[in-house]
Every structure is written in C-alpha cells, then in structure tokens.
C-alpha cells in the first residue's frame, strides 16, 4: 500500500499551485515559448523541478527496498533504523 504523508501532499499542491498561477498569468504556450527565448534558464527550471519531485519517488523507493527511512518518517511504527557501527 503506497504510504501518502502530509509532505508529499504539501509538496505537490504548491508544485500544481504554481504552475497554474504560471499558466493563468502567460496563457497558452508559455512553457514552448520560454524553452525557445531561454533555453538554459528552462533547463535549470526543469532540473530544480525534478529535484523538488525526487522526495516524492525516492521515499517510497527506499520504503520498498527496506532501506533506512528515519530522516523522513521517524514517527512511524515500521520505521527501519539504520544499523549503527560502533
């Protein structure tokens, strides 16, 4: 069952918040045009995107394959810890 926290909620309403703020103040075609006029800050925009998504992917990821997830969701009862070495 794919776990939702409240992060990932937060995240993609403001991702969704300001691509419709983006869309409704340029109109249709902005995101061709701003590619075509400026390609690297386009670039640059798309890989910040990425990033801002990656926790959304990676999270689950790392849930999946067991792997420590206590910087996310320490409050959780199945929270795999990683194994200190001392």
């Known amino acids: 069952?794919?776990?939702?926290?409240g992060h990932e909620i937060a995240m993609l309403s403001?991702?969704?918040?300001?691509?419709?703020?983006?869309h409704g103040i340029y109109g249709k075609g902005w995101f061709?045009?701003?590619?075509h006029r400026q390609p690297i800050i386009a670039f640059s925009v798309t890989l910040a995107g990425l990033g801002v998504c990656l926790p959304l992917v990676v999270v689950p990821l790392?849930?999946?394959l067991g792997l420590p997830t206590n910087q996310y969701d320490h409050h959780d009862g199945g929270t795999v810890w990683p194994k200190l070495i001392e």
Do not use: E, K
């Open 1 to 5: 069952m794919v776990h939702v926290d």
């Open 62 to 64: 790392r849930r999946r």
């Open 14 to 22: 403001t991702i969704s918040g300001a691509i419709g703020v983006t």
């Open 32 to 35: 061709r045009s701003f590619v």
